[in-house]
Each structure stands twice: as C-alpha cells, then as structure tokens.
C-alpha cells in the first residue's frame, strides 16, 4: 500500500513538473509570436502596439530575459523593413529598463562579431545598419557609433587586402547614413563630414576594371550603368545635399521623442574588424541595373524617384529583401509584392520588373534559378491584370531595342526567360513590330535574339505549333523540324563509305546481339586511315565509328532511353573503339552529323556521354572549337554543352576535395594507438566502453575509418583530377585566343574591321566562360596569365581577362 502510495506521488510530481514546462514554452512562443508580428497590420496603431508590447515584455524580463534578447537581436536582420520598430522597440525597453538595454547592446555586438568573423557579410551589415538606427532611439551614443565607423574606414583603407574586402566596409557605412545621417548631421556635423571625406577619397582612389565584366549592357545609353558603390555614393551625397532628408523610411520612435530622449545612452565597445585570410571569400561587386526613367511611367501616375535620389536606392533594396524573404513561394512573393507599403507613391510595377530583372540579369549568377523569377513575374501578371502585362511587354520592347550591346549571358537569359513567359500565355506576341530582324544578317543580335526564342519555344511545345505562332515571313528565322538527319536512309545513301555494313549491323541490333558480337563486326570494317604499307597503326577507325555510333543512335532515336539503353549496353564497345581523344572527337561528330537538327537531343546525348565516361572534358571541348562546328559556333546550344562540360569536371574536383577534407579530419580525430595503450586501467569498465560505442556508431554512419595510405590515395585521385581541370580550362581559353587571333589578323590583311558580329559574340562567349566558372578559374589564375594572356597579346582579348582579374582583387 505504502509503495503504490509513493508511486501516485512520483507521477503527481512528474505531471505537475512536464505542465510547468509545457507553459513555459507556450508563455515563449507567445512572446515571440508577439514579437515577430509587431508592426504587421492590425486594427490599432503602431504606436500603441509598441508601447504594449514594451510593457508586456518589461513584466517578463525576470524570467524569459535571454529569450527575449535573442529574439530581438535576430527580428532586425530576419526582417529588416522592421528596422526602426524594433529599434523603436528596444528603445521603449531601455528607457524602462536600463540594465537590459545594455545587456542588449552586448547581445548585438556579440552577434556583428560573429558575424564578420564567420564571413555573414548580408547579416553584418544589416546589423550595422540597425546599431545606426538606436543612436535615433537614445539607445547607443552617437561618439562610440562614429568609433565603429572609424574601425570600418581603417578596414577599408587597409593595404595589402583584396579590394573586395575593403569595398564591403565602404559599403557597410554607405548604406547605414541614410538611417542615421540627420542625427550625426544635427548632433555631429564636423565628424559626419570626416567620415565622407575619407569615403569620397576612397572611392576617388579604388579600381573599376572589373566594371566592364558586370554590365549587362556595354554602352550608357539611355541609362548610365554604373557600378554599385559609386551609384550609392552619389545618392548618399544627394542625401547630404538635402540635409539628410530622406522620404521613405518609416520612423515610428518620433512619437515617443519625449520618453526616448530622456533614457541614458549606452556607448559601444571597440570592435576591430578581423584580419584577413587567403579563406575569406568577400562579395562580388555588381553593377546596378537602370531599365526605366520617369519618361517611361505614365504621366497620370506618381513619379520614378531619380537615379541618384536615396529613395531610388531604399525602395529597391526593400523590394530586393521581399524577394529575399520569399522566393521559394512564388505566389506569396507576388502577393508581398503587390502589398508594398506607400505603394500609392511611386510607380510600383515598373519598380518591381526593374528590380526582378536587374536580379535575373545579375552577373556573374543570379542569387536564385531563373526560373524562379520567370514564374514571379507570371503570377504577378495574375494578380494585376490591368497593368502589369502592360508594363512587362514594355520591358521587353525596351530590353530587345538595347539588345544590340548586351552581354552574351545576359542575352541566353533573356532568350531563356521570354520564350518560357510565351509557353505560358499560349505564345502570343506582336511579332509584325519586329520584323525589322529579318532584313539583318544572321548574327546581328536582334536576328539571333528571334532565332534562338523560336528554338527554346520548341523546346516547350512542338514544331507545328511554333511554326503557327509567328506570321509566314519568319520562316527563315525557324528552327528546322527536330528529327534526326541518317544520311544512310536519305536518297543515294546506298553510295556512302560503309553503306552495306550499315545494313548488316542493323539488322544485327534488331536481334538483341551481345557487345562482343557487335565489336566483331565493326572490328570488321576497313580502315581509311590506314597507309597501303601498313607501317603505322592509326589511332583509330573513323568509319567503323560513324557505322556504329550512327547506327544505335539512329535505332534509339525514338526516346532518351532508347538511346540511353543503347549506350549502357554497348559501352564496352563505345570505349574499344574510341580508346583516345581523337576517336572520341570523331564520335561528337557523328553524334552531330545525326541530331544537327535537334540541339536539345544532341545536348542531352553528350552529357550522357559524360556522365558515362565514353567521352572525356577535354575532348568535347576541342571538338566545340573544331573547324566541323564552325557554322554553329554562334548558337547557344553549343555553349550550353560546353558549359555542362566544365560544370561537370568542376563538380567531380569538388567532390573529391571534399571527399579528402573528410577523410582527414575523420584521421585527424581517430585516437591514436599510444593513446590507447596509456589508457588508465581504472577507467576501462565504464569510458571505453562507452568510447568505443560510440567510435562503432560513427564508423557505422561514416563508412569505414579511413587509414593514412587509403587518404594518400584520395589525395593522388584528387590531384590527377586537378590536373584534367586545369588543362580544361588551358584547352577552352589557348582555342579562343587562337580563334580571335586569327581572325583579327585576317581582317588586318584584308584590310576590314575585325570588331565583327562574329568577333563580339566569340568575345561574349570568352567573357562568360570567365565569369560562369570564376571561382574554379581563379585557381589558376597565375598559370592562364604566365602561359595563356601575356602581354603580346591582342589588347582586346587581354582586357577580357584583366576584367575577370580584376573581379577579386
């Protein structure tokens, strides 16, 4: 009785303890429910929602203190439109509680130098940002705020640092002033213009070669393209002329002057930027994209703040932290878009494709897939009928008359983006407008621009219905019907070289043969490489590899996997015959020679070769480059394949160093057998047997403990692999210098311009392959400019490459 007594008791107690906990945590959720919600729309005011909401977390300060901070240092950078309400929050806060506004400054620093020390520039400087906006609130003194400032402009100045490093503290401080610039302004002029006189000399100092690398557009007509800081600091020093008056941030800590103005301030400690290391990857400069002037909004409507107004600067980068904030849900992101406050003010839905398209046309890379604005901007046409498709086609009527002097890989991603937006409103367009293209010569952009739309459409419908689409007179601009081009079955195919054994390894497929019987009879067929004498042995048979490569691909042209099939069973077969990289080219070109007429086939055929190893890196690229593909050389198709190519080489380097990281650091941590051997005897029973455990858990999840031979493999696989990927990217760029070379030589001899459509395209195609891949390339760096771009030269190629130089220095 007694023991059943003490049983009731312990389960009493159990409930009574797991219910205190369960309403602690509904009591932090509440909080931070509240927390996060504050400044969302409800049925009062704002003020009265802060004020509160102030009081509410005054009361729970005893008991939920370390909750509270964390939240409240993290809200500003999560949602940093909610800058000045939670900086007007923690205001309210201090003024009550003045021990927590400094455990709250405390809490702030600790999170911006964790932040700059683990490399999370975005969240540093929206930290920055909002330690600026307490010196509004009587929160941070305004003399320790301009000592943080200082350590930033001795970062910025600092010498023997990529400039990228210095660039983002200029940035850091640039894009805090609006914030804070009237209140350093009234209270401390003098220091406030030291600080842009410092700024400004930088700025005057600082080099923009790589500026040319990152516009979408080469020429500033009607809209200049300039460069990220230099655009922001011509907006801080029209701020500055306006006495640091600005119109769009929302300031809700005014209503509460009197009760902040009397809370005592507290000043921030020293904060050293950390020091450089070679680790330390810094963000890319960018060029800000200009599509519209206020000529291009309607009259009736509000106008289009000014490129250098500091509005311009604050509602896009607002915009930008929406897209931010919900990009994986297009629907919601159109929706938060469409809702952005004092929307009534300015022209919003250029606002929005402007800032939508400057992100799709980001270089080097977009921050997101494409496709992901490209189904932004359709759920944006549906939820505003009545404008926004009007805007849209007017975007893409401004992006097609500059398309003359865009950028290569801004070009694909305008191709990519318009065609799928037609896939999507049943390919309607005014295609009469621009039928000047057709009275163009085949590369000048506009013509290539139709061309290449007409056969990523093909990609997504079928060939009748493209062919529907666009008036009669666009038929020269049409891709041909996708089918495969098998010159055996075309009339007088019975004359080409191996035209029998065609037939015969035909009907041998038909039959379901074994590889071996295949490689029998192609083994077969004569060799024309092969001299009468017979005193060299070629390096391999080009007719047997057209007769067998044409024949499977022909017989598994129905479907992906017919042909995939065709090459898993016969890869054997495929690798006897193409033992080496001439072989292997030879191949490309008879896969080519079939499916010339569907790129998309083509691409998918090679990257199965890829993948499958029957071709190498190397020889795909040398093959793109061959005087065979000269006719196709201006397609993107064709620099989608070589992409792909270097992608996949880049990956599989990747994964084998990480592959050798992991290996290591599973080594590194692995005890040591004289640790082993010195274990205290008295402590074997319990430790051991629990380290052991737990070392048969880890080798259980992990795979097997790796030894030090097994990782100096891993290291000389890796090292080979290092190897091909260098002399990928030798092979890719000596070809272009080559190419280019010679066709400025040749117009020198005839006596015409070498700055041809052609010669723009090629140019292009090298700077995106710079700029695609710039964090592989960067590797190796020092080798492309010792072997590679000397200083003999054409100056035109060379500046391709100090731009891409230039990009991290």
Known sequence: MSRRKRDDGYEHGYRKRRRVVSEQAEIEDRLESLIIRVGDKTSSSLES?????ASVLEADLNTYKSKILRILSECPIQMPEKCTIYSTLVGLLNAKNYNFGGEFVEQIVRNLKEALREGQWESARLIVRFISDMVNCHIVSASSLLQLYDSFIDAAMEQGVPQVRRDWYMYALLTALPWVGRELFEKKENDLERIMAAMEGYLRRRNTAHVAALRVWNCDTPHPQEEYLE??????RKLRTDEWQERHIYRPYLAFDSILSEALQHNLPVILPPPHTASTQYPLPWVVFRM???????EAGPLLPGTHSVERYLIEEHLHQIITRHHNERKELATQLLAFPQRNKIPLEYMIVEVLFSELFQMPSPRYLEIAYGCTLIELCKLQPSTMPQVLAQATELLYERIDTMNATCFDRFVSWFSYHLSNFQFRWSWDDWQNCLSLEKDHPKAKFVSEVFGKCLRLSYHKRVTEMVPECYSPLLPPKPEPYFKYQIEGGNGFPGAAQVQT???????KPTPEEVLELVQQLPNPLKDDDGDMEPSHNPLAIEVFVQTLLHLGSKSFTHTFAGLAKYHSVFKNICENEEAQICMLRQVYELWQHHPQFLGVVVDKMLKTQIVECCAVANWIFSRDMALEFTRSYIWEVLH????KMNKHVVRLEKEVADARAKLRAAPSDSESSDEDP???G?????RTSSNKEATKDDGEQPTEEMVERMEERLEAAQSDQKNLFLIVFQRFIMILSEHV??????????NTFWYQWTVGRLQQVFMAHHEQVEKYSQTLETLLFTHDLDGNILDTFRQFQALRS
Do not use: H, M
Not at 231 to 236: E, F, N
Not at 745 to 754: A, E, I, L, P, Y
């Open 49 to 53: 929602n802060l004020e509160g909401l």
């Open 231 to 236: 655009c922001l600091w011509a907006q801080v």
């Open 292 to 298: 519209f002037d206020y000529t291009d909004c309607p």
């Open 505 to 511: 390894l035909t009907e041998l497929l038909r039959k």
């Open 644 to 647: 792909l190519t270097i992608r």
């Open 682 to 684: 008295s402590r074997e």
């Open 686 to 690: 319990g430790e051991k047997r629990r």
């Open 745 to 754: 030589v040749r117009c020198d001899t005839d006596g015409k311009d070498f």
